[in-house]
Antibody
Framework: EVQLVQSGAEVKKPGESLKISCKGSGFHFPTYWIGWVRRMPGRGLEWMGIVYPDDSETEYSPSFQGQVTISADKSISTAYLQWSGLQASDTAMYYC???????????????WGQGTMVTVSS | DIQMTQSPSSLSASVGDRVTITCRASQTISNYLNWYQHKPGKAPKLLLFRASVLQSGVPSRFSGSGSGTDFTLTISSLQAEDFATYSCQQSFRVPHTFGQGTKLEIK
């Protein structure tokens, strides 16, 4: 079965660092772009960025560039989203998702992880 | 960034109704337009890509059309399981922005 499985919910304090993960299985992970999408309460989906695990090429939304780091380790079929200093405004559900066609990033997300809820509160 | 604007923001309908949701891009995106369905507590689900191509496993009552800047998602005969939020997304240019969503509720 083709799937993405994300790490569990996190509760953090402002200023703390965090790295959440997304493990793929059932497909050739290195040659599919993997992306991250944020959903905040009462708001629409926000495209954060993508990574190509085979060579770690990344594309970021300007809204998230410098705020998060997206990476991948193709040897363990896992993508990551990390923060170096969380803020309360980072409280949201975060999804990883696979781009449908492996050879281009101009495509749709066809496989989604179950989501990781991140809560940042003092 | 390319702005994606959906209308309406919310919609009430009954089982069996035909429903249309529109999505407008702030600049031309050819046919690089995707539609997703999402329900509370669940991950979004891809319905259509390239404006009109039905994703495998999606019922044929869902259809999409459009090119350039204006697109539509149509559900030909609403079923109970279709009450959800629908979002469009452009994949023409990074960042691949989403619309704000259309919440489809039971009348």
């Amino acid at each position: 079965e083709v799937q993405l499985v994300q790490s569990g919910a996190e509760v953090k304090k402002p200023g703390e660092s965090l790295k959440i993960s997304c493990k793929g299985s059932g497909f050739h992970f290195p040659t599919y772009w993997i992306g991250w999408v944020r959903r905040m309460p009462g708001r629409g989906l926000e495209w954060m960025g993508i990574v190509y695990p085979d060579d770690s090429e990344t594309e970021y939304s300007p809204s998230f560039q410098g705020q998060v780091t997206i990476s991948a380790d193709k040897s363990i079929s896992t993508a990551y989203l990390q923060w170096s200093g969380l803020q309360a405004s980072d409280t949201a559900m975060y999804y990883c998702a696979r781009l449908r066609a492996g050879y281009t990033y101009s495509d749709a997300f066809d496989i989604w992880g179950q989501g990781t809820m991140v809560t940042v509160s003092s | 960034d390319i702005q994606m604007t959906q209308s309406p923001s919310s919609l009430s309908a009954s089982v069996g109704d035909r429903v249309t949701i529109t999505c407008r891009a702030s600049q031309t995106i050819s046919n690089y337009l995707n539609w997703y369905q999402h329900k509370p507590g669940k991950a979004p689900k891809l319905l259509l890509f390239r404006a009109s191509v039905l994703q495998s496993g999606v019922p044929s009552r869902f259809s999409g059309s459009g090119s350039g800047t204006d697109f539509t998602l149509t559900i030909s005969s609403l079923q109970a399981e279709d009450f959800a939020t629908y979002s469009c997304q452009q994949s023409f240019r990074v960042p691949h922005t989403f619309g704000q969503g259309t919440k489809l509720e039971i009348k």
